[in-house]
């Protein structure tokens, strides 16, 4: 929950662009983009960014998305975070 | 040096820890990483042992399930226990321990709790089932506080009547201010937390630097992050400085994400005063929900329920007082080590966890006990 998941916006679902669909390890899931609309901080698709809960909090590089699974990995939750990244929408 | 072969980057490592070796030279400091990210990665990598010992280590209060008093979590299951009610949470909110089971027990036996992800899910339990009332136990820091407030416009857009609350949402600048005051615990500098500045950005540090003159670097979450960290925060306290510095500057910017908090001032205002788990009452350092959107407020919604739960509560305390109690809070404040707790590893495990700290895998206590057959003690 605290430590963030990385994902690649890979398109839009809504008009608005509040939703986008995310690669998140290989797992495709909705998650909320609302966040990052703020001036300069807007999303494109190919956009990698930090997920918590469902929600893109911060854009990232590709570089730094890789770091961050690695980081998982070495806290032994990498496990933990796909679990987590396959239950959005799946309840 | 046990570990350092499974580094990213070995030799830098050495250094990095040679340079925190003279830094620390004739001096010792008692440092507080807040968050329980951090406090995972230390126990994770062994950090403590790499380093000199006169470099104290402090878990701080940044777990959310950690913090949160035993009373919270016991009205957050009452909630689950009404007719008709669905209640949703993390996975980490499941195996905490209320006084009468935690969530997995008592869904075992038979009440509707659900475990979630993401607060939409719980919005879409609700969509899913307009026949019940869904509660979601929306627990955390400014991390996942903006994720609930979206949610609760979102329940507002789709006039759902059947979605409400429960919230904990707790914010990071009052327990720093709460260690800080307390005359017990004497800390010289924090290891500021990553992910929350994402939201509060790195300059919300700034007010403890200026009004303690304790300095705070906000920290990623690699080993190698937390020493390069610590080596700035050393720089700080040797020169007798006290400034917030970005180590995580690569995520982490110095202003808040503007469009959380707007968010956040939108749906949320502060609690005059919120009980901390081993820290007690801190004055403004939780959030409700503001009352334009109390229909979507579990607290509003279930007053009655809440209420007559405090007074069977509270006649349950002065009969019989409470049931098995844990040092939590002086772990919590660092002032034992969890293996310093009686219950330590016997009564309370990870697997069958009796106090909070036990429960995530960010708490001090499950963390220790995860880690410590790997430990050079």
Redesign the interface.
């Known amino acids: 929950?605290?430590?963030?998941i990385p994902g690649r916006v890979e398109s839009f679902v809504d008009a608005e662009r509040r939703m986008a669909l995310a690669d998140i390890s290989g797992v495709k899931r909705e998650i909320?983009v609302?966040?990052?609309?703020?001036?300069g901080?807007q999303v494109e698709i190919g956009d990698w960014v930090?997920i918590?809960?469902?929600?893109a909090?911060?854009k990232?590089?590709e570089k730094?998305a890789r770091?961050q699974l690695?980081?998982l990995a070495?806290?032994?939750?990498a496990v933990?975070a796909a679990e987590?990244?396959r239950?959005?929408?799946?309840? | 040096m046990k570990f350092v072969d499974e580094f990213r980057d070995p030799e830098l490592i050495k250094s990095t820890v040679g340079e925190i070796e003279s830094l620390m030279q004739g001096r010792s400091y008692r440092v507080m990483e807040v968050c329980g990210g951090h406090t995972h990665s230390i126990y994770r990598f062994g950090l403590e042992q790499l380093l000199p010992s006169s470099l104290e280590f402090i878990h701080g209060p940044g777990c959310p399930v950690c913090i949160l008093p035993m009373d919270r979590v016991d009205e957050g299951l009452k909630l689950a226990a009404q007719k008709n009610v669905i209640l949703a949470a993390y996975g980490d909110m499941m195996r905490v321990p209320g006084h009468s089971g935690s969530a997995l027990e008592l869904k075992a036996s038979g009440l509707d709790i659900r475990m979630v992800y993401s607060p939409l899910d719980a919005l879409k339990i609700a969509v899913d089932n307009p026949q019940s009332q869904v509660v979601f136990f929306a627990i955390g820091f400014e991390t996942t506080a903006p994720a609930t407030a979206l949610t609760v416009l979102k329940a507002q857009e789709l006039g759902l009547s059947n979605f409400t609350v429960f919230v904990n949402h707790v914010t990071v600048i009052p327990p720093m201010r709460a260690v800080l005051d307390d005359p017990d615990l004497k800390i010289d500098g924090f290891i500021g937390p990553g992910h929350v500045a994402t939201v509060i950005g790195a300059c919300a540090y700034d007010e403890i630097a200026r009004d303690y003159k304790k300095p705070v670097v906000v920290s990623g979450f690699e080993p190698l992050d937390i020493l390069q960290s610590l080596v700035l925060l050393l720089r700080q306290l040797n020169n007798g400085e006290a400034r917030v510095e970005n180590q995580y500057a690569r995520v982490v910017p110095w202003a808040p994400n503007a469009t959380a908090s707007t968010v956040l001032a939108k749906v949320f205002e502060l609690r005059p005063t919120f009980e901390w788990r081993g820290l007690g009452a801190i004055l403004q350092s939780a959030v409700k929900l503001r009352a334009q959107f109390s229909q979507y407020d579990a607290e509003v919604r279930f007053a009655e329920v809440l209420a007559n739960h405090r007074i069977d509560l509270e006649k349950d305390r002065i009969e019989r007082g409470r049931g098995p109690s844990t040092p939590c809070g002086e772990v919590l404040k660092g002032l034992i080590k969890p293996n310093q707790c009686a219950l330590f590893g016997k009564e309370c495990r990870p697997e069958k966890p009796l106090g909070a700290l036990m429960v995530s895998s960010e708490g001090a206590c499950a963390a220790h006990f995860n880690y410590a057959h790997e430990r050079i003690d």
Do not use: K, P
């Open positions: 929950m605290c430590l963030a909320s609302d966040l990052l609309r703020g001036e901080a930090l918590h809960v469902g929600f909090m911060s990232i590089s730094q770091e690695e980081v070495m806290l032994g939750e933990a987590e990244a239950g959005y929408g799946q309840s």
